[in-house]
């Protein structure tokens, strides 16, 4: 050791893509909107997003988030959120008389879609999952009488089908893609003939976000992964760097968090965020570590992301109204208690 400081040693990598995926974009904006369009309160089933500071900072602009449609008065508006809902849900709501807004993720409903179709065609359907999670309590609720939850290569053992030569997999959106093929590897040592999903289940910015703080693991003393601590594609980071070879490993909602005795001795830290994370939190990341001697950061970026989604359509519907009436001087559209959202 000895002519080296420890001072010039020290560098971050900031993995790339992190953060907002394209269904939390749509998911917090469609709540914003709906708050500009309708006024307060609006009310949200679930957090929008599983990420503590989105939901603060929504609920200071008028958003009440409640458990259950039941909470919800009736005649109002109420945001599904980004994690889906299970088809009860939209009928509690309906007998309720109140105005949904659905911002499940669009890939969220082309699971809930294969588990529909599958269903159908009578197979046994293995969700891989983790129990409990609202995902996949909504995709469940499509087709209760054919799902199995399976929850990690451990629960395959416990796994029992009708017919096993009609059995699918599916599974929750944010798992660790390598632990899901684990599963996956002991499900077909005891179901051969079990068939995959049409297209991958784990969405593309799951994916993504694994691969590049993988990249960003293999160098890194400290691993910080910026998100709460109930949003699985969060919590998953943390375990994929450690697989990745992180000597150590943390999820913290934002900088304050962060404890000092985690940089001892270290380096190389690495930083990512959840799909559902801010990147202003990173950010005050990025200016803690600065402030300690960690003011160099490279990017480590293996793949771009360009996708987008078109706003929930009820609200779309209701935007263009209102644009429609101010650009054709006609009234303007009423708030949605008047006819706005969906019901
Ligand atoms: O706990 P999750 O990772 O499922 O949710 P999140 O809100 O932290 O991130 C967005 C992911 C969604 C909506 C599930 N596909
Ligand atoms: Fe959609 Fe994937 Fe984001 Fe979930 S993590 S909201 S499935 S894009």
Redesign the pocket.
Known sequence: MGVMTATSARRVLLAAPRGY?A??DR?VIAVEKALEQYGAPIYVRK?????KYVVQTLEKKGAIFVDETEEVPEGSIVIF????VAPVVHEEAKQRQLATIDA??P??TKVHKEAVRFAQDDYDILLIGHEG???VIGTSGEAPDHITLVDGPDDVKNVEVRDESKVVWLS???LSVDETMETVDALKERFPQLISPPSDDI?Y??QNRQTAIKQVAAESDLVIVV??K???????LVEVALGAGAKDGHLVDFAGEIDEAWLEGVSTVGVTS????PDVLVEGVLEWLAERGYGDVEVIQPMQESLTFSLPKELRRDLRAEAAAASGGGTATGNAAAGGAER
Do not use: F
């Open positions: 995926c269904g939390v998911a957090e929008i997003v599983h990420n959120s980004a994690h889906g499940t993720c890939l969220v999670h609202e995902e929750q959106t944010t969405c910015a799951t998100g709460s109930n949003s699985s594609n969060s919590v998953r959840g799909a559902s994370v």
